[in-house]
């Protein structure tokens, strides 16, 4: 056995804890089954909501216009990149 300088316990208390047992967990026993689940249960029961239909003719919902906003090119009109093809920003400044 090895003593140290810097041991905190004093000797005997070191030779008690190699002398013990290691600490071993209990064995479990057989372990019982889970209960059965009630035959109520929402997971087992048919899907209720409405079905998706798919309808023909234009969306009727409102498209996005100030939550995305665009550079217009100013000989066209349209819709320009605001990206550069090195990916560098446009100039917005007018």
Not at 54 to 70: C, L, N
Not at 73 to 93: C, I, W
Request: hydrophobic share 20%; no cysteine.
């Amino acid at each position: 056995m090895d003593i140290y300088r810097n041991q905190s316990q004093p000797l005997t208390v070191l030779e008690s804890l190699r002398k013990r047992k290691p600490f071993t967990a209990p064995q479990p026993q057989q372990a019982s089954p889970s209960p059965e689940k009630p035959q109520g249960d929402r997971r087992v029961q048919p899907d209720r909501r409405r079905a998706q239909v798919a309808f023909e003719g234009p969306d009727r919902r409102k498209k996005r216009s100030r939550r995305s906003p665009r550079l217009l090119n100013p000989k066209t009109g349209r819709a320009a990149p605001t990206e550069d093809r090195r990916g560098r920003l446009v100039s917005t400044q007018a």
